[in-house]
């Protein structure tokens, strides 16, 4: 099946592995990306070249802001005309200015259409309008999580569901582990951006209770002197350290230097956790997580972690104590890679997207992966 894929996710090439192994499986892609993308962490990004997908980069205004931009539809209904798809998958949210364009374009092409949605808040006034005639031209809908696909039911969609993460993690990129077993002191790390959603705070409180551990805070932010003067208020001296934002690349090896990940997520209004991409990069590398049961993390770590309440940093503390128990530490980590491998790799990610493929082409409307 030849595949094209309307998305900015992609001008990242790191984060291209599902489709480079849907092309393994014997598939054709072509990734339509915006040429520039201005990301808050990493400045204005340019469009990575790839010698082994199609790719095509429209300039595309208002680039940066996921329910603004838009590609400009002369350029991109000829390059679909030229590459002539079977399908298009839009990974551009259902309630943006794009999807409305994908929904034109594979109207006019006569192609089946699967959009892609993280969305796991109550749809509201302009992106719940704009989301329907999406929900209607979809001959199957993709959603990131189980929360996501219940949005997207209580927003009007009645069309059949696949759950399936939107980027996966190649474990062949990560360097072994030096011990089989946590190191002495052990290393917590966190790894994100540095606002008040992610609550590294909520790490900093749990590591001024937890004296056995060390904590590595890997990310840049608004936030960023405020948790080192916290850091500072707690006395916790050498034992954190804070590094600056790592590229996609540098992510698996930054994993293999640290003892378990952790990611106290806390609601805050209109976001709650989508995912959370380096809990799979975690459990891919044997990292046992913490994490708090903010929107998708309980069901993206399932038994490869332990969980705790939102803003709740004793029970955070307790949660990397228990952790400095060797056997469950080991059980804990041969459960994250059990669980990446069937579910979170690119080759696992392929495969449930050849699947929706499938189903889509087929009118097959039973949903998958709830």
Known sequence: ??????????????????????????????????????????????????????????????????????????????????WRPDALVAETEPGGLAALEAVWAATRLGLPLLPFSWENLPLTGWSRLAALPVYRAARRLLVGSGGAALV??????????????????????????????????????????????????????????????????????????????????????????FRAAVSHEEVPAVLTGADALALPSRTVPGWAEQFGHVLAWAMAAGLPIVASRCGAIPEVVGDAGLLCAENAAPELAAALERLTDGATWRQLAENGRRRAAARFTDEAVAARLEQALRLAWERNDADFGL
Request: proline share 7%.
């Open 1 to 82: 099946m030849r595949v094209a894929v309307l998305g900015h996710t992609y001008i990242v090439r790191a984060n291209r592995g599902k489709y480079r192994a849907l092309e393994r499986r014997g598939h054709q892609v072509l990734l339509c990306s915006p040429r520039l993308w201005r990301e808050t962490d990493f400045g204005l990004r340019t469009f990575e070249s790839d010698d082994r997908l199609d790719a095509a980069a429209f300039s595309c205004p208002f680039h940066g802001r996921v329910r603004r931009y838009w590609y400009p539809r002369g350029e991109l209904l000829a390059a679909l005309r030229g």
């Open 152 to 241: 997207a039911r209580r927003a009007g969609y009645r069309g059949p569901l696949t759950v399936i993460p939107q980027v996966g993690v190649d474990p062949a990129r990560i360097p072994p582990r030096r011990a089989a077993g946590p190191a002495s002191p052990p290393t917590v790390l966190f790894l994100g951006r540095l606002d008040r959603k992610k609550g590294a705070d909520l790490l900093l409180d749990a590591l001024a209770a937890a004296p056995a551990w060390r904590g590595l805070i890997i990310g840049d932010g608004a936030e960023r002197g405020n948790l080192e003067a916290h850091a500072a208020r707690l006395r916790l001296g050498d034992r954190v350290t």
